[in-house]
């Protein structure tokens, strides 16, 4: 993977799509600065969340860790990306999504040949190659899908690319300041009570938000109240305000809203 690295116990840091709290040697034999590693992670995503503290022991960690729900547990890739740059991309790692926007094809998770799933990352990975048969993913089919399928792909893909923009926020101080909250500490409380503000802005009641959330029914008030919820529950409620991630970014919260 990395020309000269002899470290390769390092490889396992870079699974998951975790930022990790000590990039060790990657930084120097990647020649890239903390802050374009952290945003090859899904690292800014968390962020607009939550503070966690990124301690990973990812030789100890199950499938996906923290990102369990949000992360697919097996590869899918585009094979004519994979034709132009070798590189799999992040928005591929995200569960929502299976379509490559720029070839308009559906991204493919098994090996044509013996039909396994592609494989992340082990001691038998072999980048772009299948780890049972070494059929190469470069060849593996291609899939058309429909317009409408494409249309609310490239809905779904730009709302994930604000979330995993690093340099924007869903509460900014004045956000803070406003719903007397202290950023980063109160931050799942400022997404909460926006969240709030823009369902009551909806003319939406709690318990219809419920239909959204099917796997638990106390989920609408835990979301508002910035209780810790997995990171899909928050999509689940943005899609049942028919919202997007910008605009919820973009949504001041009025003085009146805090009175009551
Ligand atoms: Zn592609
Ligand atoms: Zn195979």
């Not at 893909?157 to 007397?180: C, G, I, K, W, Y």
């Not at 909460?192 to 106390?218: H, I, N, P, W």
Request: one cysteine or more; a negative charge; hydrophobic letters at 45%.
């Amino acid at each position: 993977m990395f020309p000269g690295w002899r470290f390769c116990s390092q490889v396992c840091i870079l699974r998951w799509e975790c930022s990790v709290d000590d990039w060790g040697q990657i930084p120097r034999y990647t020649q890239l600065s903390l802050a374009e590693l952290e945003k090859l992670t899904l690292w800014p995503w968390v962020a607009k969340f939550r503070t966690l503290p990124m301690r990973m022991f990812p030789k100890r960690m199950g499938r996906g860790g923290i990102l369990r729900d949000l992360v697919a547990p097996d590869l899918r890739v585009c094979p004519l990306c994979l034709q132009e740059q070798p590189y799999i991309c992040l928005m591929w790692r995200l569960t929502p999504v299976q379509v490559c926007l720029r070839h308009c094809c559906a991204l493919q998770c098994y090996c044509p040949n013996c039909r396994i799933q592609l494989t992340l990352i082990s001691w038998q990975y072999w980048h772009l190659y299948c780890a049972a048969c070494d059929a190469d993913w470069r060849g593996l089919p291609v899939t058309a899908v429909s317009d409408d399928f494409l249309a609310k792909e490239e809905e779904q893909q730009r709302d994930f690319a604000f979330l995993l923009d690093p340099d924007v926020s869903l509460v900014n101080d004045d956000d803070a300041a406003v719903l007397n909250l202290a950023l980063p500490e109160q931050l799942p409380q400022a997404v909460g009570l926006k969240f709030r503000c823009l369902r009551v802005q909806e003319g939406k009641m709690m318990a219809q938000m419920s239909r959204y959330l099917t796997l638990l029914k106390d989920k609408p008030r835990r979301v508002e109240r910035g209780d810790w919820v997995s990171l899909p529950i928050y999509l689940d409620y943005l899609a049942g305000l028919d919202g997007s991630w910008p605009e919820f970014a973009a949504l001041t919260v009025p003085p009146e809203f805090i009175a009551d």
